[in-house]
């Protein structure tokens, strides 16, 4: 069993910087950490993932050269550095665990297992 809390959402104006973290209570590096996010109205989308390791990454397009993902096994945590904000990054951003082999990176959101309670990100322009 895995808990995942958030933190580090905020209201920032567009072009601003904020990074999410995800502390797990468990020992967390059997897991592909990921980032999703949804706003008001529309579906819960990918954001970006990291490998059991962290040796592999991935972002959707959207947020290439914006968005860095990276983690820290000895803390349990998972981090979200969100530079270059925009309105349209406005969501609740949600951090998730998949139990999977060493460098996959799943994009999608049935093949997590545990997900966090959310955090609310709102980019002002």
């Known amino acids: 069993q895995v808990q995942l809390v958030e933190s580090g959402g905020g209201l920032v104006q567009a072009g601003g910087s904020l990074r999410l973290s995800c502390a797990a209570s468990g020992r967390t590096f059997n897991y592909a950490m990921g980032w999703f996010r949804q706003a008001p109205g529309k579906e819960r989308e990918f954001v970006a993932a990291?490998?059991?390791?962290?040796?592999?990454?991935y972002c959707v397009d959207s947020v290439k050269g914006r968005f860095t993902i990276s983690r820290d096994n000895a803390k349990n945590t998972v981090y979200l550095q969100m530079n270059s904000l925009k309105p349209e990054d406005t969501a609740v951003y949600y951090c998730?665990?998949?139990?999977?082999?060493?460098?996959?990176?799943?994009?999608?959101?049935?093949?997590?297992?545990?997900w966090g309670q959310g955090t609310q990100v709102t980019v002002s322009s």
């Open positions: 998730a665990a998949a139990l999977t082999s060493f460098n996959t990176i799943p994009t999608i959101i049935q093949h997590y297992d545990y």
């Open positions: 990291i490998s059991r390791s962290g040796g592999n990454t």
